[in-house]
């Protein structure tokens, strides 16, 4: 296809992809305190330019009402003053971070006397394609100036006024390199997969959000992807757990906030203590007005009103709302039959007293995230320690789990010798 071919639109994106790799080589050769500087700049651009995200977060909400979005997509949506000011602490926590750019990985020497280092480099122009949060804007941009990269961003219509106020933001900072940062501005739908097309300009590309999204770009794109494809994570509460932390760490793990990935969908409790623990937890669940789908033994056992039988397609459903599987499961052995089967392999976890089954558990789920008395809400880039993420990936190349600055890097065999020939 020609460019006389594309339309309008096409066009636009085009060049914004254009501009992205152009920028990509200039960062790529920046050092790491001009890369800080941009950062710097960018989190008091954010202060200062906060009034205009707000009026435009405004816009977006207003739109969210007519049309009817769910309460955990509304969340997802807000821009208040403290998830802002959390905006601006997630750019200068990325800015104080080590720089991975330029790190040696490993270095060796050959008998022949070359010498061969392995060393981190940026991966060059990224493209992230995602849904409802514009928070993401701001962590994928900042992620990728930090290690050296160009991005390309698509965001949802949903959030078109605030993504739109926040890259206007990042791009007055006199710093930023044209095309450094770039947003997408149309919504058309039919552009993402033209946006999957570019493979000569685009190295890499992370979807987040709904599962049609990324089933979308998976089947689009000629670019590497790198994704998650369901979050339904789960709590598996063993014999020898203790039912007041269990209580605790179900309720967040669940109440918090539903509509995250990280949010368990999934609650499977051991037989041996069901008599006991799922008459209490699930009075506590319905107290917190969260919907149970129950097996045949919760139903018979539960204490309260909102429980309704589960179908087979409740095992492996991401419900992102108040809303529960409820399994019991024959011992540890029933825990990991039913993760082998239906786990999307994002983040589990297991409460138990009992190390022995806590070490067999943690071994043995083929997770991205897997814990041991704790709420699956931490597999988050900032509690990790990262600053923020690009996202949480449940593929097992390249990248796994929280995101940060290493996984936004690839890297190039540096060998240096004086003089050698191969014989």
């Not at 190295?203 to 990324?214: E, F, Q, T, V």
């Not at 599987?325 to 589990?348: C, F, I, P």
């Not at 704790?374 to 449940?394: H, L, M, N, V, Y």
């Amino acid at each position: 296809m020609t460019t006389s071919d594309l339309t309008a639109a096409e066009k636009d994106v085009r060049n914004l992809c254009l501009r992205a790799r152009e920028a990509a080589l200039l960062l790529a050769t920046l050092p790491t305190a001009r890369l800080d500087d941009m950062l710097d700049e960018i989190a008091a651009r954010l202060e200062e330019e906060a009034p205009a995200i707000f009026a435009a977060n405004k816009k977006d909400l207003a739109a969210a009402g007519e049309v009817g979005l769910t309460q955990a997509m509304v969340d997802r949506l807000r821009i208040t003053e403290k998830s802002l000011a959390a905006m601006v602490t997630g750019v200068r926590q990325i800015r104080a971070l080590p720089q991975p750019l330029g790190q040696k990985i490993t270095e060796w020497e050959r008998p022949n006397g070359i010498k061969i280092s392995k060393i981190r480099v940026p991966i060059g122009v990224i493209a992230i394609i995602y849904e409802s949060r514009p928070n993401v804007t701001i962590d994928a941009a900042v992620l990728c100036l930090k290690t050296g990269n160009a991005t390309v961003l698509r965001g949802g219509k949903e959030s078109i006024h605030s993504n739109r106020a926040l890259i206007a933001a990042l791009q007055k900072c006199a710093s930023l390199p044209k095309g450094a940062v770039q947003l997408i501005d149309n919504t058309d739908r039919a552009l993402v997969p033209f946006l999957c097309r570019q493979s000569d300009t685009i190295d890499l590309i992370i979807p987040r959000g709904g599962h049609s999204l990324i089933e979308t770009v998976v089947a689009e794109s000629r670019i590497p992807v790198i994704k998650h494809a369901h979050g339904v994570c789960s709590v598996f509460v063993h014999e020898k757990a203790n039912f007041d932390m269990a209580e605790k760490i179900i309720l967040n793990a669940k109440v918090q906030r539903p509509g995250v990935c990280n949010a368990i969908e999934t609650l499977l409790i051991d037989r041996a203590i069901a008599d006991k623990f799922v008459p209490r937890i699930t009075a506590a669940l319905n107290k917190a007005s969260v919907e149970i789908r129950g097996d045949e033994t919760v139903l018979k056992l539960a204490s309260g009103s909102r429980i309704v039988p589960a179908t087979e397609a409740d095992w492996a459903t991401e419900y992102l709302d108040l809303i529960l599987a409820v399994r019991v499961v024959k011992g540890l052995d029933g825990a990991l039959e039913h993760l082998t089967q239906y786990s999307s392999h994002h983040s589990d976890a297991i409460i138990t007293d009992d190390p022995a089954a806590a070490e067999r558990y943690l071994n043995e789920v083929d997770s991205a995230t897997v814990y041991w008395n704790a709420s699956t809400r931490f597999t988050d880039g900032g509690e990790f320690g990262f600053g923020a993420e690009i996202g949480i990936s449940t593929d097992k190349l390249h990248a796994r789990g929280p995101m940060g600055l290493d996984e936004l890097t690839s890297y190039k065999f540096v060998i240096r010798g004086n003089g050698q020939v191969r014989t």
